[in-house]
């Protein structure tokens, strides 16, 4: 009996063959990924380096263990899902919790580097100087002020790109580098060096600490022509100090000291800020920018339902949004249905060409049709009101008026949404069967009855998901408002910037970058999560009135 080899001892050798390159790939994949991670956590976002390991090592486990096989064929699906929706969505979540803000992006620590690296100018003065030479990068410095004159030991000095590598190489140390002056006698030799040389050679020249002869003034950079007597403004202690009224020990190594006045600062853990402290070690004043991010638990969300300069344009705005996402979906969908029945009309002539027509404001891209409407329904030159003048001796104000503005936008969302639900109707109606209307024309029914009576109800079945999802869609349509209005005209005594015609959306996107007070993350990412929740809650709303989910 003859035996047959199985599919297995040919697949077997060939797999073995090449599973070297199989773990070659994985290999440089997690090394690639382990990397930059590593540079993620190192500049400070560790969230995204977790996803990042996360991911990858859950990605390589599936595809290199045999168990798993099944599963590979879906984790593209799924880690997609993960890293596009799901932590966008739990990070902004979490960020509505923050005061992260255009004025507090950094952490503490960079906060408090930022203010170490602040500088006051002292007793001393400012030195206009002169570089001098340039041969082999050797330069002197020349410093005058009034009649004294004050020269350097020849330098070797490193450009900006060198010195960089330098430190990070670690064969220069980043501190300053002191130099001695001594007064000039004669007259300095060499020519003096162009600007440009000061400018390649700035980190360095930053990084020199020039004391004047006396030893007790220490001259700084401070432009590209001069030196000046400077000191840091703050000063950190890290022993801590005591309280002069109170007599409390402070211990705190965010602890700073203002070098002018004398004063102490603390960050505080409130408002996200450093504030000076008075002698009980209470705040006082207002607090130093830039800030640090601190959580604000559910203060966002309050400030959304309590603050009326937020509270009233929010709830203006959420109406509109679902009138409007309401009003979107019924008309598109009216007219898309009586359209498709009509290009389905048997007896119409041409109905290939006007199939093509009607279908043609689908395949132009959507924000040229908006800008070209925005033309159209110019108040001064647009056709529309050009024509409407003409003929009945009006002059809408399609932009400054707020229930024409609104007018306007339901027009131009019509027209860009009919032709999809045409397309759906024109697809759903040939799965009606035709011995319905022939039994309701037996019956004596006109076109009429049979639309409202057969056509309506069989399309909206399997049409109901499909609204739904207009819907949500349309509760989101930012940039058919941003082209088109803006948001204008905007809403009269609101705290926030937001416009009668924004949509939830616009209005959490002006607040973001566009307030007049700074950017305001934590906010915006709270009205974000709250329309997160209410498009989910009228999704779940819609399905469970309509019994979509028993029909599914």
């Known amino acids: 009996m003859e035996v047959v080899p199985s599919i297995e001892s040919y697949a077997g050798p060939k797999k073995d063959k090449y599973v070297w390159l199989k773990w070659t790939m994985a290999a440089l994949i997690a090394v690639l990924n382990g990397y930059a991670a590593v540079m993620m956590y190192a500049s400070g976002e560790w969230v995204f380096a977790l996803l990042d390991l996360v991911v990858v090592s859950v990605g390589l486990y599936v595809f290199m263990n045999k168990k798993t096989y099944a599963h590979r064929y879906i984790f593209p699906g799924v880690a997609g899902m993960v890293v596009f929706i799901i932590f966008p969505l739990?990070?902004?979540?979490?960020?509505?919790?923050t005061n992260y803000s255009g004025?507090?992006?950094?952490?503490?620590?960079?906060?408090?580097?930022?203010?170490?690296?602040?500088?006051?100018?002292?007793?001393?003065?400012?030195?206009?100087?002169?570089?001098?030479?340039?041969?082999?990068?050797?330069?002197?410095?020349?410093?005058k002020q009034d009649d004294q004159s004050f020269i350097s030991q020849p330098l070797t000095l490193l450009n900006n790109k060198a010195r960089e590598l330098a430190v990070r190489e670690g064969r220069?140390?980043?501190?300053?580098?002191?130099?001695?002056?001594?007064?000039?006698?004669?007259?300095?030799?060499?020519?003096?060096?162009?600007?440009?040389?000061?400018?390649?050679?700035?980190?360095?020249l930053s990084a020199l600490d020039l004391v004047l002869p006396d030893g007790n003034i220490h001259l700084t950079l401070s432009s590209l022509r001069k030196f000046a007597a400077?000191?840091?403004?703050?000063?950190?202690?890290?022993?801590?100090?005591?309280?002069?009224?109170?007599?409390?020990?402070?211990?705190?190594?965010?602890?700073?000291?203002?070098?002018?006045?004398?004063?102490?600062?603390?960050p505080n853990p409130d408002t996200g800020f450093y504030q000076y402290i008075d002698a009980d070690g209470h705040f006082v004043g207002k607090g130093m920018a830039p800030g640090f991010v601190v959580s604000v638990g559910w203060k966002n969300f309050v400030r959304i339902m309590t603050d009326p300069g937020i509270q009233g344009p929010f709830m203006q705005i959420f109406v509109w949004t679902v009138i409007f996402s309401a009003c979107s979906v019924a008309f598109t969908l009216a007219i898309g249905m009586v359209m498709a029945?009509?290009?389905?009309?048997?007896?119409?002539?041409g109905r290939g060409?006007?199939?093509?027509?009607?279908?043609?404001?689908?395949?132009?891209?959507?924000?040229?049709?908006?800008?070209?409407?925005?033309?159209?329904?110019?108040?001064?030159?647009?056709?529309?009101?050009?024509?409407?003048?003409?003929?009945?001796?009006?002059?809408?104000d399609w932009y400054t008026n707020p229930f024409l503005a609104k007018v306007m936008i339901l027009i131009v969302n019509t027209w860009l949404g009919y032709p999809y639900m045409m397309i759906l109707c024109m697809g759903l109606l040939k799965a009606i069967p035709e011995d319905l209307y022939e039994a309701s024309a037996m019956d004596g029914a006109g076109p009429v009855q049979n639309f409202f009576k057969i056509t309506v109800p069989l399309l909206m079945k399997p049409l109901t998901p499909l609204l739904i999802a207009s819907f949500a869609f349309n509760f989101n349509n930012f940039v058919l408002i941003q082209l088109l209005t803006n948001g204008a005209p905007d809403i009269i005594g609101a705290s926030t910037p937001a416009g009668t015609t924004d949509l939830l959306v616009n209005y959490t996107y002006r607040i973001?970058?566009?307030?007049?007070?700074?950017?305001?993350?934590?906010?915006?990412?709270?009205?974000?999560?709250?329309?997160?929740?209410?498009?989910?809650?009228?999704?779940?709303?819609?399905?469970?009135?309509?019994?979509?989910?028993?029909?599914?």
């Open 90 to 97: 739990a990070y902004t979540i979490g960020i509505a919790f």
């Open 103 to 143: 004025s507090n992006l950094l952490s503490l620590e960079q906060a408090r580097d930022f203010h170490l690296k602040k500088i006051y100018k002292v007793t001393g003065g400012e030195f206009d100087f002169t570089l001098l030479g340039g041969e082999n990068n050797q330069f002197q410095l020349l410093l």
């Open 172 to 204: 220069v140390h980043d501190e300053p580098q002191v130099v001695q002056l001594q007064p000039l006698n004669g007259e300095a030799l060499g020519g003096a060096a162009p600007i440009r040389a000061i400018v390649d050679h700035r980190t360095h």
């Open 230 to 266: 400077q000191k840091p403004l703050y000063t950190q202690l890290t022993d801590g100090v005591v309280l002069q009224k109170s007599g409390v020990m402070i211990k705190d190594g965010n602890l700073l000291r203002d070098n002018q006045s004398g004063e102490l600062m603390l």
């Open 341 to 349: 029945c009509l290009v389905q009309w048997e007896q119409l002539r």
């Open 353 to 396: 060409f006007y199939r093509v027509m009607l279908i043609l404001p689908y395949a132009i891209p959507a924000f040229i049709s908006i800008l070209v409407f925005k033309g159209l329904f110019n108040q001064n030159f647009g056709e529309i009101n050009l024509f409407l003048e003409a003929a009945f001796g009006i002059k809408p």
């Open 512 to 552: 973001a970058f566009q307030g007049s007070g700074g950017q305001d993350y934590g906010l915006a990412s709270a009205i974000a999560t709250a329309i997160f929740l209410i498009v989910g809650a009228l999704a779940l709303l819609n399905l469970k009135l309509s019994k979509a989910d028993k029909q599914l």
